[in-house]
């Protein structure tokens, strides 16, 4: 196994600013976002609220109470006027599925509607669940661990890769991986993320603590930033101790930031990458297995020279 060390004067302390740089050589990472899949059979049309049902694989779980009387309150005065989208019940003829615009439809029951204007598609379980996920995290309907079991439900049922999860939502490949990792947290831990008490910046900082509860309750009591918590973080014992470095100190820990920069460019060169950002400079290390992919990547990084 070999290294390319890349040496980078200069290097900014955001993401952004860590990846622009880069982005001439290896191109964008997040792709573009993806059309929801599906047929149009027709327009909008009125139909009896009673009529349609609920999805029970509709990735979002929780709906604000404050916000449906918001909406309840809006529909009563103007109506309902987005259509929900809905597909012929799998189960009961004359009957239609939810597949997006569920709020809507609890909203309309609060406000007394007897019909709902609404969208009929033909499609499959797996276009279905891919539409809700699309309209709830495009929307941020969705709190981060019902994004994160959406992601893990499309790969266990559906045999999707993280690649093609990341091109149908419009994210990076590492947002996905990151964002599932957090279904790795202690149960309290999650609880909290779902009350918003943390932020995933929060949850990612610590995930890799031996103690992620302790951590989390600081945070929560101190009202930590990421920032903060990330400096926690390296402070506390890490469950990797036995790792090392020379000298017994334990090694240095990374970022959220640049370890998801290290993510997306590891998935865009199909390497390892590594990058050690101190202050203004560091270094950007790629590891490669064979000539061939060093051939590759020098072919990459000279390309347009």
Not at 138 to 166: C, G, H, P, W
Not at 213 to 239: D, M
Not at 254 to 276: N, W
Request: charged content about 25%; some cysteine; hydrophobic content about 40%.
């Amino acid at each position: 196994m070999e290294s390319v060390v890349v040496g980078e004067p200069g290097m900014s302390e955001g993401r952004r600013g860590l990846g622009r740089g880069l982005s001439a050589l290896l191109g964008e990472v997040d792709a573009a976002p993806a059309q929801a899949p599906g047929e149009q059979l027709g327009g909008s049309r009125e139909a009896p609220i009673e009529i349609l049902k609920r999805n029970p694989d509709q990735p979002r779980r929780t709906f604000r109470e404050e916000d449906l009387e918001d909406l309840s309150n809006s529909i009563r005065e103007k109506g309902v006027l987005q259509p929900i989208l809905v597909r012929p019940s799998p189960d009961t003829a004359g009957e239609y599925q939810i597949v997006a615009g569920e709020r809507r439809w609890r909203a309309a029951q609060r406000a007394g509607l007897k019909t709902v204007p609404i969208m009929v598609r033909e499609l499959d379980d797996l276009a279905v669940l891919e539409i809700g996920i699309i309209e709830n995290v495009q929307r941020a309907d969705l709190n981060v661990l019902e994004e994160a079991l959406s992601y893990k439900v499309l790969m266990e049922k559906f045999e999707r890769t993280q690649e093609n999860i990341a091109q149908t939502i419009g994210k990076s490949r590492s947002h996905v991986a990151n964002t599932m990792r957090l279904l790795a947290l202690p149960e309290e831990v999650q609880s909290y993320l779902v009350s918003g008490e943390l932020t995933a910046g929060h949850a990612r900082a610590i995930a890799a603590a031996a103690d992620p509860v302790a951590l989390a309750k600081q945070i929560i009591e101190g009202g930590l930033s990421v920032r903060e918590t990330e400096a926690l973080a390296r402070k506390a014992p890490n469950p990797g101790a036995a790792g090392r470095s020379k000298g017994g100190r334990p090694p240095r820990v990374k970022d959220t930031d640049t370890q998801a920069l290290e993510a997306d460019l590891s998935s865009v060169l199909g390497l390892d990458v590594s990058i050690d950002h101190r202050g203004a400079t560091g270094t950007l290390t790629i590891t490669y297995a064979t000539l061939e992919q060093l051939d590759d990547l020098c072919n990459r990084l000279t390309r347009g020279i």
